[in-house]
């Protein structure tokens, strides 16, 4: 790295730093707001305020990133575009492609940091987020711990059926199993039980009064526990609708591999999942439409580049809602609407910037 490539990165994080935080203040602005009004209500504590915030910046930040790499890169080398440093480049030699280059690589950096907040954090946060507006403002428990009338499908051809289960104890009372074939054409067996204990270890069900009806010979008859395998997790027991955004990128698989084992609908989960992967790499994206445009100056200056750096920006997240809501609806398929908007900026991108060379 000389003294030029220094001076340009130098240059960019600035810009980079100023833009980010340009937006980020207006998403926090947004998000204090709503805590204002739930402050005066009383319903929230200022230190709970507080809280609520921390736990709703890695989503404000990630939501930020592409604004703020597309803003720094057009005030960056606007900036230099004015002071005819960028012609003057050009004219010694100095390809544009150059001159963009340690841009780019920090823009990718960004990309990598928007990346791992995706994988992991985002989600955790999401959550601890959700929960506290759950139990302070909804006034419910974020997490249950026992349920009435629990009703859950545990693979392809079994339900499970429960008067009630509790987490604490690792207990179920009023117990049906129900096992299927011809999908859920026919029951073949079925099996009740008055109460029932987890191992928490081994995910295993050992049953008291265990009884089995058998569907083909109509007679039901006493069954011994020891001989009966049911595995199912508490929090599968309990399970609850499921929010994608509060999960991580780990999560996600796992709740959309055992979705897809028990034929539930996982396409929300799937979608979260490409989404936060196309959404990561928009920042590098963002960074070739700015550094191009930027390019050449015009009049107006911060400005006109603030402007652009809006429109672009929320023209790819209205492109991609758009795009995720025909999804969801199965109109399109989850790669055309997670990766086709990051595939258009990117071929605008690459134009802008092969005719940012002349």
Request: net charge positive; proline share 3%; glycine share 6%.
């Amino acid at each position: 790295m000389n003294k030029l490539d220094k001076y340009i990165i130098v240059n960019y994080v600035k810009s980079f730093i100023l833009g980010m935080m340009m937006f980020f203040l207006i998403f926090l602005l947004a998000e204090s707001i709503t805590l204002t009004g739930w402050l005066m209500d009383g319903k929230l504590k200022g230190s709970e305020a507080l809280k609520y915030l921390r736990y709703g910046i890695p989503e404000i930040v990630t939501n930020t990133a592409p604004l703020g790499v597309l803003l720094g890169s057009l005030l960056c080398i606007s900036k230099m575009a004015k002071q005819l440093e960028v012609a003057a480049m050009k004219t010694s030699g100095i390809s544009f492609a150059r001159v963009a280059l340690f841009p780019i690589l920090f823009s990718a950096l960004v990309s990598l940091g928007v990346f791992w907040l995706n994988y992991d954090y985002l989600g955790r946060a999401n959550t601890k987020k959700e929960d506290l507006k759950t139990l302070k403002i909804d006034n419910k428990e974020p997490v249950r711990s026992e349920k009435d009338f629990v009703f859950v499908k545990i693979d392809k051809r079994t339900v499970l059926f429960s008067g009630h289960a509790n987490k604490n104890n690792g207990t179920m009372n009023y117990v049906t199993i129900l096992k299927f074939e011809n999908g859920f054409k026919v029951i073949r067996k079925m099996y009740t039980a008055s109460f029932a204990k987890i191992n928490p270890k081994t995910n295993e069900w050992t049953f008291k009064d265990l009884k089995e009806y058998d569907s083909k010979t109509n007679v039901t008859k006493p069954f011994d526990t020891k001989k009966f395998k049911f595995v199912a997790s508490m929090e599968d027991v309990l399970a609850s609708a499921v929010k994608a955004k509060n999960l991580t990128m780990p999560e996600l698989r796992e709740k959309t591999v055992y979705f897809t084992r028990v034929g539930a609908d996982s396409l929300n989960l799937r979608i979260e999942f490409y989404y936060r992967i196309s959404f990561a790499l928009s920042s590098l994206v963002m960074s070739l439409i700015g550094l191009s445009l930027g390019s050449r100056y015009v009049r107006g200056g911060a400005a006109v580049n603030i402007g652009l750096s809006v429109i672009i920006g929320y023209a790819y997240y209205g492109v991609s809602t758009i795009l995720r809501s025909m999804a969801v609806s199965g109109t399109v398929p989850i790669y055309v609407a997670c990766f086709v908007p990051l595939i258009i900026f990117l071929v605008v991108g690459i134009k802008l910037f092969k005719d940012a060379e002349y």
